[in-house]
């Protein structure tokens, strides 16, 4: 395995520069994010802070800056909502990030789990939804070997059941998940049942984000409300709740060799020499159990 970062989180310590900021923290990689307009973060920022990837000219500079630093795109990260308005334009949309991913060898596409309605629609109605969106991008890009990762993020997202519906509906071996280590617990899962959904969902993860939270101990292995009290307790990866040896345990055991992608989100609580303090240990930790 190897350690990466969000892009948007490594900005968060000061770094406009991502290869700068990647060197110093010794990591291997970043998961870019990409808009409906298709642009992204460059990783070195001497042409120009962004990246256009509806031009072949600017997917190839990406990929030429890759090359130059070393340094990997683990994944594309999209906002997408398979139950948008325009659906088309978001089909159009995640479908040109996975030919892209494909040209530069970037493994796997983020797709998010929540989309509009999610509140008031059944969970078959909604698993149908999603799964047809998935197959209409997985036929329109057959060619690439590129993976799609569900995120287990926001309500339905964090539902084990809807999660094994859509990989029961699609059934293909380029859907997975981007297993989110924290969002289980952020949603309100007994800490003992994240770890029995987290070994559940090991052998479908195609990318991960990590982050922590820490909650009193009494509140530790209870059921609470989605979200509760999450500005209040995230926390620093290395000193949570959730015990990401286990956690990497289960993904070796499952044969994933991809990335740990650091997402801390408690970094708003901190100043900038603390913020990078707290991605450096998060990295040292990750580089160890990796």
């Not at 620093?236 to 044969?255: Q, S, T």
Request: with cysteine; charged share 30%.
């Amino acid at each position: 395995m190897i350690v990466t970062i969000r892009d948007d989180i490594l900005k968060m310590t000061g770094f406009d520069n991502l290869a700068e900021g990647l060197r110093y923290y010794g990591l291997a990689g970043v998961e870019l994010g990409v808009g409906r307009d298709l642009k992204t973060h460059a990783l070195d920022p001497a042409a120009g802070p962004t990246l256009d990837l509806s031009r072949d000219e600017d997917v190839r500079r990406l990929g030429e800056q890759m090359e130059a630093t070393g340094f990997r795109v683990s994944a594309f990260l999209l906002g997408n909502d398979f139950n948008a308005p325009d659906r088309d334009a978001e089909l159009d949309w995640i479908i040109r990030v996975v030919n892209v991913a494909g040209v530069l060898g970037v493994p796997t596409v983020r797709i998010d789990a929540i989309m509009s309605g999610e509140r008031d629609l059944p969970k078959e109605q909604r698993e149908e939804i999603f799964a047809s969106g998935v197959r209409a991008v997985l036929d329109a890009t057959r060619e690439e070997s590129v993976d799609l990762g569900i995120e287990n993020h926001g309500f339905q997202g964090n539902d084990p059941e809807f999660l094994d519906g859509l990989l029961q509906l699609v059934r293909s071996h380029r859907m997975g998940v981007t297993m989110d280590t924290g969002n289980f617990y952020w949603a309100g899962h007994p800490i003992s049942k994240v770890y029995d959904i987290l070994r559940h969902f090991a052998p479908a993860a195609k990318h991960t984000h990590v982050k922590n939270i820490r909650y009193p101990e009494e509140m530790r292995d209870v059921q609470r409300e989605l979200g509760y009290e999450y500005g209040t307790y995230v926390c620093p990866i290395p000193e949570g709740d959730i015990d990401h040896a286990k956690v990497v345990g289960f993904l070796k055991r499952a044969g994933y060799d991809r990335d740990l992608c650091i997402e801390d989100e408690s970094l708003g609580k901190y100043d900038e020499a603390q913020r990078r303090a707290n991605i450096k240990a998060a990295a040292e930790y990750l580089q160890r159990l990796a």
